[in-house]
C-alpha cells in the first residue's frame, strides 16, 4: 500500500509538471504567434497630402457674371422662344413664349443650378443642357440650350 501511495503521488506531481509544460509550451507559441503577425504588418507611413478641390467656376462666379451666359434670345420650337434681359442683383427678366397658347413674363433668380422661376403657381428652373436633353428631336443637334422639362427647351441659335 505505501508503494501504492508513493506511485500516486508521484503520478500527480508528474501530471502537474506535465500541465504546467503544456501551459508554458502555449504560452510560447502564442507569443511567436504574435511576434511573427507584427512583422508580417508594413511600416506604419506618414499621411500624404491630398490635392485641395478647386472650386468650379459656377460656384465662385457672382450672380450677375453667371447671369450674362444667359442673356439674350433662345428659340424653341413651333413658334416658342424664351428671351433673358435685365439682369440686377442675380435677377433677370424672362418673357417667353412656353406653349402654343401661352406667353408671359416672369422674374427669374440666377442659382448656381441655373434660372429658377415661379409660372402658374410652380416653381421651375431653366437649367443649361444640350438639344437631346430638351427632349425635342428639332433641337437635338444643338449645343447651348436652356431645358425647363423634356418637351419644354430653348437653344441658341
Known amino acids: ?92 427678366q424672362l418673357e417667353m413664349q412656353y406653349d402654343l397658347d401661352n406667353k408671359g413674363s416672369f422674374a427669374g433668380t440666377v442659382t448656381p443650378e441655373g434660372i429658377r422661376f415661379e409660372r402658374g403657381g410652380e416653381t421651375l428652373l431653366l437649367r443649361p443642357s444640350d438639344g437631346a436633353a430638351t427632349g425635342l428631336k428639332w433641337l437635338a443637334d444643338k449645343r447651348d440650350c436652356l431645358t425647363v422639362a423634356s418637351g419644354e427647351g430653348y437653344c441658341r441659335d
Open 1 to 92: 500500500m505505501r508503494w501504492a501511495m508513493i506511485g500516486l503521488g508521484l503520478s500527480v506531481a508528474l501530471a502537474g509538471c506535465g500541465a504546467n509544460e503544456r501551459r508554458s509550451e502555449g504560452a510560447a507559441t502564442q507569443a511567436a504567434i504574435e511576434n511573427s503577425a507584427e512583422a508580417d504588418l508594413p511600416a506604419p507611413r506618414s499621411p500624404t497630402p491630398s490635392a485641395t478641390p478647386t472650386p468650379t467656376p459656377s460656384a465662385t462666379a457672382t450672380p450677375l457674371a453667371s447671369a450674362t451666359r444667359y442673356l439674350g434670345r433662345w428659340t424653341g420650337v413651333e413658334g416658342m422662344y424664351l428671351v433673358v434681359s435685365d439682369p440686377a442683383q442675380g435677377d433677370v
